[in-house]
């Protein structure tokens, strides 16, 4: 039989287009493998730049496997990439076939000279078809810096025994997957001006029998805060661990710094705990230093020495002052706790006992408050709690305070039960309005001849860390 050219013509068109126009058989339910789980891009930027990675994507099944490719990020991501020769941050039913593969490149560009932006840039590369998702994460240094990461054990030692290290301000430090440890009988010195910036989970521990200096000035503080520097995360008050210090053979100073949205801003302790035996309690002194927006408690300590002068801890999600045992001395130190963020704060903004919550063990504690003020917004109206052990002898006085409290007793002598009018305590200013009651209403000669801001103390000295200034 003879058949017509048209006819032919057209018989072969419906096939190729019948195979043209086939539907892949999908597997929803296959999950696809990757030639790496995270991409890194090591680079240290110094100059406006970029670079680009890759990965393979493989689909094991044997059926073919359609997804949708984007950037979490999306048009604000850092990130830009590539699939299988496809430019573009958000792809729909990218085609996998059955036993085959796949390349996504993946390109930063970052300015290092941009302060506003992280020091960690993250995204991740997303995989998603109807049932799955899968991602391939992207981590990039977004600024120059001293970079200080952890090992296996989440420890990074940054000054060794017998070793005296300073750090400088030439670049900042970034601490990252773990502890920056000051070893036993290290040293770590900070030079002022210096910026230590912490990523999640991150913080500073001064080991037993290490030390710590923390030589900021009034117009070159020292900035402890996380490595998140976008605005929104101002409010995340549990972006990095704590300064953690336990006792040492030397005295620790912390002069001009600002720590800023941790867990605890810093906790000072012995070693393993009191256990019965005699603590030296060597001294720590912290002056002209600001502990802010803390998840937990701004200072906490145990069987420890403090002296604080020109302080000011504010909005800490539990207490502002946490001080159990030891000797504490406390003048012109300024608490304010205003936290408000949820769950609202319970503990009262300053909490004094000559024995532990942790330990339950008494130690003879000493402690004076001198031109203080203690408030916050408990409604309970009290904002001070004494913990007391008869068994052992615990001195304490407020001598000259402003308080939020009903305790009234010989413990507290010529404290005022007054409003602070600070200008504004929801932004963490706690400078004296005009109206406050803690004006030249302090003790003169305690020994302190300037305020936090560099004024002098007049004869009779304004309560707090702040002179009201005309």
């Known amino acids: 039989m003879k058949h017509h050219p ?12 019948g195979n043209a126009c086939r539907k892949p058989n999908l597997d929803d339910n296959a999950r696809l493998w990757f030639s790496t789980s995270s991409i890194t891009f090591d680079t240290v930027f110094t100059t406006l730049g970029s670079t680009t990675r890759y990965f393979t994507v493989y689909n094991p099944s044997e059926q ?5 490719v984007y950037l ?41 000279g941009n302060q506003n932006q992280p020091f960690l840039i993250c995204d991740s590369i997303i995989f998603k078809n109807s049932k799955i998702d899968q991602q391939v994460r992207l981590t990039a240094f977004g600024q120059d810096a001293h970079f200080i990461v952890a090992n296996s054990s989440g420890l990074a030692i940054v000054a060794h025994e017998h070793e005296n290290i300073t750090w400088h301000n030439d670049k900042p430090y970034v601490v990252m997957g773990g502890w920056a440890v000051v070893d036993s009988l290290g040293t770590l010195n900070i030079d002022p001006g210096t910026r230590i ?36 995360y101002e ?16 005295e620790n100073t912390i002069d001009y710094a600002i720590i800023t949205n941790s867990y605890v801003g810093l906790q000072i302790e012995p070693w393993g705990g009191f256990n019965n035996i005699t603590v030296t309690l060597n001294r720590n002194v912290i002056t002209n230093t600001i502990i802010k927006n803390t998840y937990n408690s701004g200072i906490l300590s145990r069987y420890s020495n403090i002296e604080a002068t020109n302080c000011v801890i504010g909005n800490n999600g539990s207490c502002s002052l946490q001080l159990e045992a030891g000797e504490y ?8 706790n205003y ?20 330990y339950k063990i008494p130690m003879e504690t000493q402690a004076s408050f001198v031109n203080c003020i203690v408030y916050g917004n408990l409604s309970s109206n009290e904002e001070i709690a004494i913990g007391e052990n008869t068994q052992v002898p615990f001195n304490y006085s407020f001598e000259n305070c402003l308080i939020k409290s009903t305790l009234q007793n010989e413990h507290f002598i010529d404290c005022e039960r007054r409003e602070p009018a600070f200008v504004r305590p929801s932004a963490n200013d706690y400078h004296l309005g005009v109206l406050s009651y803690a004006i030249e209403r302090g003790k003169s000669n305690i020994g302190v001849s300037y305020d936090l801001d560099g004024n002098p103390r007049v004869n009779t000295p304004d309560i707090g860390a702040y002179e009201f200034m005309r």
Not at 6 to 11: D, H, I, P, Q, R
């Open 6 to 17: 048209l006819y032919l013509t057209v018989l072969l068109l419906l096939v190729l287009c």
């Open 72 to 112: 979490a990020g999306g048009n604000s991501s850092y990130y830009s990439i590539n699939v299988n020769g496809v430019a573009g941050n958000q792809q729909r039913d990218v085609l996998i076939p059955a036993k085959d593969s796949i390349f996504v490149f993946a390109k930063v560009t970052i300015n290092p």
């Open 329 to 336: 001395d406390f003048k012109h130190v300024t608490v304010g």
């Open 64 to 68: 073919d496997i359609k997804v949708d």
């Open 197 to 232: 910036y912490f990523h999640k989970g991150s913080g500073l521990l001064v080991w037993r029998y290490g030390n710590i200096h923390v030589n900021g000035t009034r117009a070159q503080p020292v900035i402890f805060r996380g490595d998140r520097l976008e605005p929104q």
């Open 339 to 358: 936290f408000s963020t949820t769950p609202a704060r319970q503990n009262p903004a300053l909490y004094l006992s000559n024995t532990t919550e942790l």
């Open 235 to 250: 409010t995340d008050y549990n972006q990095w661990d704590r300064i953690w210090i336990l006792e040492g053979n030397e």
